[in-house]
């Protein structure tokens, strides 16, 4: 009879008598028991039916974690300390994902924040409850909240690819619904997903910090593309990284070419190429009718110009103009 009741009542109803009674509520939790009330009594619409989640506090001694059921293979020492500060501190801590099992609460999002919570309690912080909520679904659900977690320290892309895998692989995701779940990109997750076809080696180097993971796709499928092996690749562009200076491989640290001219380069060196071309422009109707030596006669005046600039400037022209014949020759040959 009841349901019959409300599905007459229009959704976005409130009465003057609602209007009335939640004004008199000053708390969140009178403001949720006033609300049952009165949608019960029909004086307002289903629309504001309020909802509380699964948020408990609870005693820490019931917490138990297995740091192994972690994507993450080692937590970040920095955030553990910054969580420990912030429960040594009383400060807010978003509250841990557990699941109940057998008298005990499992974490399972927020593994960091349990290691912060443990080094505050053997600080001495006298920590007798803590917030957490409840995850409920299963592995699937707990890796996906270990994903998407506010609090949580960027994973590295290797963890993230581990992560993605078994929820594709043995939980039946989809890339459209992981991205959904996580709300990722799915060109993410399948860049994320494509360091598996890589060698170990080379995701070594990604875990390191030594190359990203766009510059070791990028390599690997130039490498595979031309036949070549990309661990020695690799291991060759951070050798000449290193010599450079760096601990990671980009194009400036392994000297990839950059442009070799500028806007002053052809600010400089155009007066001294225009008067050229005016005079090469005068000497073709010769050369055309008696093809041989022309002598083009190109005047400079020192005190007009800096010379010193002018010839860094047709330097660097010369070379732009050799590297651009080198890069169409490798072209050429690839081909």
């Known amino acids: 009879m009841t349901a019959k009741k409300n599905a007459k009542i229009a959704a976005d109803l409130i009465t003057e008598k609602a209007l009335a009674a939640l004004a008199n509520c000053n708390s969140l939790r009178s403001m949720h028991d006033t609300s049952k009330k009165l949608i019960t009594e029909h004086q307002l619409g289903l629309a504001f039916d309020p909802k509380r989640n699964n948020s408990f506090e609870m005693p820490t001694g019931l917490l138990i974690c297995n740091m192994a059921e972690s994507i993450r293979t ?11 500060s912030a429960y040594l501190a009383g400060d807010y801590v978003e509250p841990m994902g557990v699941v109940a099992e057998g008298g005990k609460l499992r974490v399972v999002a927020g593994f960091a924040r349990y290691a912060g919570l443990m080094m505050a309690i053997a600080s001495g912080a006298d920590i007798k409850r803590v917030w957490v909520t409840q995850v409920e679904g299963g592995r699937a659900k707990e890796l996906v909240r270990q994903l998407v977690s506010n609090q949580q320290v960027q994973a590295s892309p290797l963890e993230l690819a581990a992560a993605y895998r078994e929820l594709i692989e043995v939980h039946g995701f989809s890339v459209g619904d992981l991205a959904t ?15 598996d076809s890589v060698a170990p080696e080379v995701k070594e180097m990604v875990a390191k910090g030594q190359a990203s993971v766009t510059a070791v796709l990028t390599a690997d499928k130039h490498c595979k593309a031309t036949g070549q092996d990309t661990v020695v690749h690799m291991r060759d562009q951070l050798t000449k990284a290193q010599r450079n200076g760096s601990a990671k491989i980009t194009s400036k640290s392994v000297g990839a070419p950059a442009a070799l001219y500028g806007r002053k380069d052809l600010d400089v060196a155009a007066p001294v190429l225009v008067q050229l071309a005016d005079q090469l422009e005068k000497a073709i109707p010769f050369m055309a009718a008696a093809p041989g030596s022309v002598k083009v006669e190109l005047t400079l005046d020192g005190s007009a110009m800096n010379l010193q600039d002018l010839t860094q400037a047709l330097a660097n022209l010369r070379a732009a103009f050799l590297t651009a014949q080198v890069g169409s020759a490798l072209i050429a040959d690839v081909g």
Do not use: C, P, T, Y
């Not at 080692?74 to 420990?84: I, M, N, P």
């Not at 779940?181 to 360091?195: G, T």
């Open 74 to 84: 080692a937590l970040d020492a920095d955030a553990v300390q910054g969580f420990a």
């Open 181 to 195: 779940a996580i709300h990722r990109k799915e060109a993410h997750i399948r860049k994320m997903l494509s360091l």
